[in-house]
DNA sequence: TAAATAATTGACAAAGAAAGTCAAAGTGAT
DNA sequence: ATCACTTTGACTTTCTTTGTCAATTATTTA
């Protein structure tokens, strides 16, 4: 089951984290490590680490050519961050799609874990299994973002609370 | 006559038993193993492993992709409760009844209201408002009964994590 | 300094490895 | 004989792995 992939989207998580956020690396020597092509480097930072799942990566071809990868750090408010999630995400999403989505709101402390796992669950496969497969991804998005817009409503109106407690003061 | 259908079943409920209520098994390879065409799995976890049956599917493809099946252990009160409203349920759900549903299960405890609005939300007629109108409340109930699923495996993970507290004491 | 060379990543295509879909054909009860 | 359930298989979609060649940058050489 240890799909190659799997390894190396481990790794390089594991090395942002003890790296405070960002990490250079270069591809031929990462490949090296894992035994694998370059190019399957390329494709695992092509399907997990993308803008939309919270990582910004940059390169330089090359001699002495490296890949940097960076997490987005999250300083919004953190109802501004769900609707700004909300307006960039387009008409579809895919199961596996909702899963990073969700993975990266409970790693920034916008949703809890349980929150997470029923949003999870409203997405699956087996809740659309009688959806038919040409439109499912599209009201998967559908259910994803009423979910969304509610969640982003509770926050701001505990945002609001609490600003209204540090006035009252 | 042991018809291929129930082998299977069996199978994979024996192997769920083995491993504590979750098995990962790869569609192919179990298939091999029965001696029938993988699709045969397919028709059997969709008809026997379904939300109403206690069971939750995930699956990915792709090399190294693999099949999961999860089911509730079923042996405490709150999650027990909620199984039996699961099964008491019918097929299909209208909005409206989406809702008593939920307040009841605020009014009863068994969840919080900030998660009764994430529930609500799922499955209303604006989440599902690309749904035809015919499979609407088909597809409202498969939602409502995976959400309230993993929901009941949460309460039964609280319990369980409660009842050893109390025996180390 | 200009040109060649070596060292890198990028883009994309092809092949491989699963699972998913769907409809047709078979079976068994009533 | 009908109806629901099972079984099968061809075809589709998704995800992974590998490979090739092009583009870019640094370094060496003439």
Redo the contacts with the bound molecule.
Sequence with gaps: MA????IIEQMIKDMIEENEGMVE?????LAEKVD?????I??V???RFTNGQGYI?E?????????RIKRIANDNSTSNYVMHILNGVGDTL???DADVYLTNFVDYDIIDKKTAVIMFAATS?QAL?KV??RT?DLIRMDIFKNMLLSKAMQLEEEEKKEADERNEM
Aim: proline share 8%; aromatic share 6%; with cysteine.
């Design positions: 799909r190659l992939t799997d690396i270069t591809r031929g020597a694998c092509v370059p190019s399957q390329t494709y930072l092509s399907t990566v390169s330089r071809r090359g001699g002495g050519g490296w890949i895919s199961r596996h496969d299994a038919p497969p499912r």
